[in-house]
């Protein structure tokens, strides 16, 4: 007999959420080693809180929650509140029964810092293929015919200015470095705050030889209000002319020293302060942003074409 499809919603359930998750699942141990950490932990928590006024929101469960985000790759707070509200898995971890109710997503708010960042910029593949980049007075060798046809690079000088992509225009040859190959690419910039190694301004730009820079001076200047702060960054932007105009947009520059074979714009003023060396050390937690961004996000080789779509994604 065919069963139809009509909803029936029960007055009340007596299947918990624990009933719902696989005996094998592996959050199960996982869990056990959580609450066994939250155990000893505890002491410490009840330190922080008040002995009077209303229950707060259980610390274990707020930490069971981030962990779940770190383990499933949900990219906000927004969208971890959001999964509690009907993922029965999550629920059942973080300790939530059926009909709790969940916390609003500013429980998780943080307090960023307004003094201290870095910025940094990253490689992106474009979408489109290396034959694909042609002479833009349409001479050259074409690729054979077919779906892939073979096309013969040898002796060919190739560059930005005299040739474009067929596929994406907007995507520039770029090499990442000496002995790296060149790629049809986009360049991505993030800045961070340094307290909670939070994204605050993304951009992304055309590969050139000068976008990080460039960038970062747009993010700084975009920055709300105008009391001075600190920039962490690699050696790639130890430039003078960068430099001076940090200090333009009262910016402390922390950046890394580049002694290779010339003098670093970072003088003394500003290296003998016990501060900088902490924000070159701190800074080089912006790259877990571009490892989870490549690794977990997909967006090592993005698959949208036009300088447009492909900001759009890293927004």
């Known amino acids: 007999m065919r069963g139809w499809d009509a909803r029936s919603e029960a007055l009340f359930s007596y299947v918990s959420c624990e009933a ?16 066994g950490a939250l155990a000893a ?28 985000q770190a383990f499933y790759s949900v990219r906000s707070e927004q969208q971890l509140v959001e999964q ?45 293929s290396m034959k694909s980049f042609r002479c833009k007075d349409g001479s050259g060798e074409p690729p054979a015919p077919g779906r892939n046809g073979e096309r013969d690079f040898h002796g060919e000088k190739r560059s930005n200015e005299t040739h474009a992509s067929t596929t994406d225009p907007d ?32 951009r992304l730009s055309l590969a050139t030889g000068t976008a990080e820079r460039e960038a970062a001076l747009e993010m700084v200047a975009d920055r709300p209000g105008n009391h001075r702060i600190t920039l962490g960054a690699d050696k790639a932007y130890d430039v003078a002319e960068f430099v001076a105009d940090l200090r333009e947009h ?41 490892g989870w961004t490549k690794a977990s996000a997909g967006f090592r080789k993005t698959h949208h074409r036009g300088l447009a779509r492909v900001a759009g994604c890293l927004r």
């Not at 059926?98 to 500013?106: C, F, H, R, S």
């Not at 770029?174 to 991505?188: F, V």
Request: without cysteine; charged residues 25%; hydrophobic residues 40%.
């Open 84 to 128: 509690l509200n009907y993922n029965l898995l999550f629920r059942w971890f973080v300790g939530l029964s059926l009909d709790a109710e969940v916390w609003d997503v500013t429980v998780f708010t943080k307090m960023l810092s307004d003094d201290h960042f870095s910025v940094d910029g990253t490689l992106i593949e474009a979408w489109a």
């Open 250 to 290: 009262k910016v402390t520059p922390h950046v890394s020293q580049n002694t290779t074979n010339r003098r670093s714009a970072i003088d003394g003023r500003t290296t003998r302060h016990p501060g900088y060396a902490v924000g070159v050390r701190v800074r080089k937690r912006i790259e877990e942003v571009f």
């Open 41 to 68: 932990l505890s002491p410490e928590f009840a330190k922080l809180y008040g002995k009077f006024g209303r229950p707060s929101i259980p610390p274990e469960r707020l930490l069971r929650a981030l962990l779940l």
């Open 171 to 202: 995507a520039r040859l770029y090499r990442k470095g000496p002995g790296q190959p060149a790629k049809l690419a986009y360049l991505g910039h993030v800045l961070m705050e340094n307290r909670h190694a939070l994204v605050v301004d993304t």
């Open 20 to 35: 719902r998750v696989p005996k094998d699942h592996p959050l199960r141990p996982i869990r056990r080693i959580v609450d």
